[in-house]
């Protein structure tokens, strides 16, 4: 019986220094599943907030699939001051927990802010890839493939001769070392780098960067629905949210019909269960849009006729419009709606300093996704999470899949991306 008490303790201790002798070396073989791994990416700078979001489920999905190998950790990668984040000053990054409830998050699949990588690994990373397309372009054959390639466009990196081969590279504020760099040419979805990610045993971590580059898997699946509906907004920002709908448009969840689930692994929607708020919302783009879709973007004067349209047609007098537009703008289009009620979400200063941009773009997103009937901006990712959101909360498609027409009086409507499980 002693032996056996010996055996057992002997191998426990073997168990220890096998996992402590994996933790402290820079290099873990496959089946050292108790170490954990760092999947980092990064997003062409240029990229709005909504698409980044897109790419958020492109990576979670591959991450997905990565965690049945190994222990891998997805690294949210903060947030800067993106181009249309005007009052963010330079140099400083919002971590996700701002803007997202992490622990929602970590119900898919395991994610870690960037700075506790920091404090969990130091500014190192093994390998660093970054994504670019063929430099001959698209060759007319769909086929998957990647291949290391010599830099096409411009990244953060550079070459320090003499120190052991290392790259150096500020991302998201800070100068991360990293040992080995690839550009890489790839055609492809996230799942064409699982070869890739696999190989590459002697690194812990892997940077993918300009991760935009990789399509998704699945687009509008069960897996990419799944990774979407774990993307709940921070506490904070629903509680504005639900603030401002109450006081502003009586509009509360219980007589909306859009309760969720405290888990949304529980939540399964039925169809047309929802009802939302007593008022129609619209999500008017302007800015760059103005001058990118000139002719898919509608005039002021447009905008506010095909809003009066709606209004009879639901028998509500209430609009709440969500816009980049400058104020004046804004103020034109009221004056065009008078005879209605016209709301806007005007942030308090207090919350405007502490979430700036992003978090008012949020409110202004979860009121429109609230609302009885949602019509948004051609080609717009912002109206797309908006059409996303009222999925996740059960609305009728007709009251979700609308856009405002440009030029043309009638125009195609977006797609129907209905949810499914
Ligand atoms: O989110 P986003 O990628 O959507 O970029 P698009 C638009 C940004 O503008 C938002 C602000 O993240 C907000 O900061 N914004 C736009 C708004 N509409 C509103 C609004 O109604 N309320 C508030 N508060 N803020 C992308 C571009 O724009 O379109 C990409 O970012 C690319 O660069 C892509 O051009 C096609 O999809 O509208």
């Known amino acids: 019986m002693r032996k056996v008490g010996e055996i057992v303790v002997i191998f426990l201790a073997f168990l220890m220094v096998q996992n402590v002798k994996c933790e402290l070396k820079d290099s873990c073989e496959r089946g050292d599943q108790k170490i954990k791994r760092y999947l980092l990416y990064d997003?062409?700078?240029g990229e709005g907030f909504?698409?980044?979001r897109d790419v958020y489920i492109r990576i979670a999905n591959l991450v997905r699939k990565l965690i049945k190998v190994d222990?891998?950790?997805?690294?949210?990668?903060?947030?800067g001051n993106l181009y249309?984040?005007?009052?963010?000053?330079?140099?400083?990054?919002?971590?996700?927990?701002?803007?997202?409830?992490?622990?929602?998050?970590?119900?898919?699949?395991?994610?870690?802010?960037?700075?506790?990588?920091?404090?969990?690994?130091?500014?190192?990373?093994?390998?660093?890839?970054?994504?670019?397309?063929?430099?001959?372009g698209w060759t007319g054959r769909w086929e998957e493939k990647y291949d290391k390639k010599p830099c096409i466009q411009k990244h953060n990196f550079h070459h320090r001769v003499g120190l052991d081969g290392s790259w150096f590279g500020q991302t998201w504020g800070t100068e991360i070392q990293v040992q080995n760099f690839t550009c890489l040419s790839i055609q492809g979805q996230a799942s064409t780098l699982l070869?890739?990610?696999?190989?590459?045993?002697?690194s812990r971590s892997i940077l993918i960067g300009r991760a935009e580059t990789i399509l998704h898997d699945e687009y509008g699946g069960k897996w990419y629905?799944?990774?979407?509906?774990?993307?709940?907004?921070?506490?904070?920002?629903?509680?504005?949210?639900t603030r401002f709908r109450k006081n502003q448009l009586d509009s509360d969840d219980v007589h909306d019909k859009t309760e969720v689930k405290e888990d949304w692994r529980d939540t399964k929607i039925k169809r047309g269960a929802a009802v939302g708020g007593p008022y129609i919302s619209v999500h008017l783009r302007r800015k760059d849009f103005i001058r990118a879709r000139g002719d898919e973007v509608p005039t002021l004067k447009r905008a506010a006729q095909q809003i009066k349209n709606l209004l009879k047609k639901e028998n509500l007098t209430t609009a709440f419009i969500a816009t980049d537009a400058p104020t004046e703008d804004f103020q034109d289009l009221t004056t065009l709606l008078s005879g209605y009620k016209v709301v806007h979400y005007e942030p308090h200063p207090d919350f405007f300093q502490l979430w700036n941009d992003g978090g008012i773009a949020i409110v202004d997103q979860i009121v429109c996704s609230h609302a009885r009937y949602f019509i948004g901006s051609y080609e717009s990712t912002f109206s797309f999470r908006i059409q996303e959101e009222r999925e996740i909360l059960g609305f009728h498609e007709?009251?979700?899949?609308?856009?405002?027409c440009g030029k043309k009086a009638s125009c195609e409507q977006p797609a129907k991306w209905r949810i499914v499980y």
């Open 43 to 45: 997003v062409n700078p």
């Open 50 to 52: 909504n698409l980044r």
């Open 71 to 79: 222990n891998w950790v997805l690294v949210l990668p903060p947030w």
């Open 84 to 136: 249309h984040w005007q009052n963010v000053q330079y140099g400083l990054y919002a971590p996700w927990k701002n803007f997202f409830d992490v622990a929602s998050l970590n119900k898919w699949i395991p994610v870690i802010e960037f700075d506790d990588y920091l404090k969990a690994e130091g500014s190192k990373v093994g390998s660093a890839y970054i994504l670019q397309h063929y430099a001959e």
């Open 195 to 202: 070869p890739l990610i696999k190989q590459d045993l002697k």
């Open 225 to 241: 629905w799944a990774a979407r509906q774990s993307m709940r907004f921070a506490n904070h920002l629903q509680e504005e949210a």
């Open 398 to 404: 007709n009251t979700t899949f609308n856009r405002l």
